[in-house]
């Protein structure tokens, strides 16, 4: 098993870009989430999803944009890249939405100019 | 308002002795709690958790103490290793009053050898 797979590992925007980013599992978990981790905030939950078509928002959603079309991806979406935007992005995985452990992907570094 | 809290930035321990790393929570209906271990350029991963019906819970050198009328957890390494050293993150789960898992900011721990 890969685990949870991210990509790229590293990315820089300008302002006002657009991109993905991916998030692949292949362990059949139902549960994935997006969070950013910044220094001094530790990891701040962005969007999650408890299943194949559902997701909802986190503590931090705005600028990010979601979709679960299938069980093992779940892309995260920045519309319109801000410099407040950079960040470290992690995805994560569990098997369902109980206080189970979660695993985590290796982390995208995104920098905004 | 940081629902989980984890106060000392950074903590640094010798090997061999008790690394002791504490969180404190806000929220009583938390029902779950887990701690992450991280190293850099990498993602975090699961160290130990422990249940809201539980005082304590052990695995290892590692052991987990709550005591809910405080709204405190501590982390227990004993002994420490240099390859202990990383950032470790408190987070908590409330059960069936959400499905989002709520992180600390991370506390620094370096074992001197």
């Known amino acids: 098993n890969a685990g949870v797979t991210q990509t790229p590992k590293f990315q820089v925007l300008k302002t006002g870009q657009s991109m993905t980013l991916q998030c692949a599992q292949d362990m059949n978990h139902e549960y994935m989430s997006w969070y950013r981790q910044d220094p001094g905030m530790g990891l701040r939950l962005i969007h999650y999803?408890?299943?194949?078509?559902?997701?909802d928002q986190g503590e931090v959603p705005n600028g990010y944009n979601v979709s679960r079309s299938t069980t093992e991806d779940f892309p995260l979406r920045l519309l319109s890249a801000a410099p407040s935007q950079t960040s470290v992005y992690f995805c994560?995985?569990?098997?369902?939405?109980?206080?189970?452990?979660?695993?985590f992907g290796p982390g995208t570094r995104l920098t905004v100019l | 308002d940081q629902q989980v809290k984890q106060n000392s930035p950074s903590l640094s321990v010798q090997e061999g002795r008790i690394s002791i790393l504490n969180c404190d929570y806000t929220?009583?209906?938390?029902?779950?709690f887990l701690w992450y271990k991280k190293y850099p350029a990498e993602g975090p991963t699961f160290l130990i958790s422990i249940s809201s019906i539980k005082d304590k819970n052990e695995d290892g050198r590692f052991t987990v103490f709550l005591n809910k009328s405080a709204k405190h957890l501590s982390l227990h390494i004993v002994p420490s290793q240099p390859g202990d050293s990383a950032v470790y993150f408190c987070a908590a789960w409330p059960g069936e009053y959400g499905n989002k898992l709520v992180f600390g900011a991370g506390t620094i721990l370096r074992v001197k050898s």
């Open positions: 999803s408890v299943g194949a078509g559902i997701t």
């Open positions: 929220n009583s209906m938390f029902d779950y």
């Open positions: 994560a995985s569990s098997q369902n939405t109980g206080g189970t452990e979660q695993f």
